[in-house]
T-cell receptor
């Protein structure tokens, strides 16, 4: 399975943009890049996913490198509610299943 | 639309007992997956059900089992509980089993084994 590497922790100030990096140098052409986050005392929450092109939704933006070996989750204006553990996960479309392999993720701290 | 619900939210059991956890997926979702979350091992996949059939299973002993009903509701069972089974058990549902579908997680059941 292609693996992902994320920093253990990051800090941000409230109302500033946050760029959360993810390295996936062994990504295959059929791997989707998914991001989930887990707020304290809650189950994980879907954030965004993409394959090749950059993606935007109401929660965040996903910037995917041209060679797809890395990606960045962008929170445009961090709020205190965005403090969570963020997981970058690769899901191969050839192996259609819901077996998601979570790593340790990045713990984001947002300072007021 | 109501989210994924899990019952009970908290449970305390004794070693050697068995436990059954329940998950109701989002209406219309036919795939249900189960995960175990512990501080040491993080989130680990247990199994996945689609249309009442187990499609995928993680690396857990046979004491962990599950099933899915015709209305897509799912249960997981752990027999002969061990102290190491203390964890947050999370259920997730999705429209289908394609890897492009997002999963929606419930709040989890916190199981404590004493």
């Amino acid at each position: 399975d292609a693996k992902t590497t994320q920093p253990n922790s990051m800090e941000s100030n409230e109302e500033e943009p946050v760029h959360l990096p993810c390295n996936h140098s062994t990504i295959s052409g059929t791997d989707y890049i998914h991001w989930y986050r887990q707020l304290p005392s809650q189950g994980p929450e879907y954030v965004i996913h993409g394959l090749t092109s950059n993606v935007n939704n109401r929660m965040a933006s996903l910037a995917i490198a041209e060679d797809r070996k890395s990606s960045t989750l962008i929170l445009h204006r961090a709020t205190l509610r965005d403090a969570a553990v963020y997981y970058c996960i690769l899901r191969d479309v050839l192996y259609n299943n819901n077996d998601m392999r979570f790593g340790a993720g990045t713990r984001l701290t947002v300072k007021p | 639309k109501a989210g994924v619900t899990q019952t009970p939210r908290y449970l305390i059991k004794t070693r050697g007992q068995q436990v059954t956890l329940s998950c109701s997926p989002i209406s219309g979702h036919r795939s249900v997956s189960w995960y175990q979350q512990t501080p040491g091992q993080g989130l680990q996949f247990l199994f996945e059900y689609f249309s009442e059939t187990q499609r995928n299973k993680g690396n857990f002993p046979g004491r962990f089992s599950g099933r899915q009903f015709s209305n897509s509701r799912s249960e997981m069972n752990v027999s002969t509980l061990e102290l190491g089974d203390s964890a947050l058990y999370l259920c997730a549902s999705s429209l289908g089993w394609a890897s492009s579908y997002e999963q929606y997680f419930g709040p989890g059941t916190r199981l404590t084994v004493t």
